[in-house]
């Protein structure tokens, strides 16, 4: 059973700050592709952001120039970090791990911006 271990969430202030950490086993790190999916209410999950083992990324739209993914290969983690986060970012998160026909899921964690 593969296992995503998350970290980070909860109630941020409009404008403030995120930083979100996934941690996977390293036979997984090392060659799949890492990312953050978000789920809104009434909405369907979405690709926030990517990242692949060379360490190129990939964001959704809403996010570019807000939020930041990246990986820590020595402790087999990747983060995501916004220094602006906003009210239309609040989902649940999950962290995603895929290769080929495999596709593992972190259990989510709630981010919620409001005042």
């Known amino acids: 059973q593969v296992r995503l271990v998350e970290s980070g969430g909860g109630l941020v202030q409009p404008g403030g700050s995120l930083r979100l950490s996934c941690t996977a086993p390293g036979s997984i790190f090392r060659v799949y592709i890492m990312g953050w999916y978000r789920q809104a209410p009434g909405k369907q999950r979405e690709l926030v952001a990517s990242i692949n083992s060379g360490g190129s990324t990939n964001y959704v739209n809403s996010v570019k120039g807000r939020f930041t993914i990246s990986r820590d290969n020595a402790n087999n983690t990747i983060y995501l970090i916004s220094n602006s986060i906003q009210p239309e970012d609040t989902a649940v998160y999950y962290c995603?791990?895929?290769?080929?026909?495999?596709?593992?899921w972190g259990q989510g964690t709630q981010v919620t911006v409001s005042s």
């Open positions: 995603n791990a895929r290769w080929w026909n495999n596709d593992y």
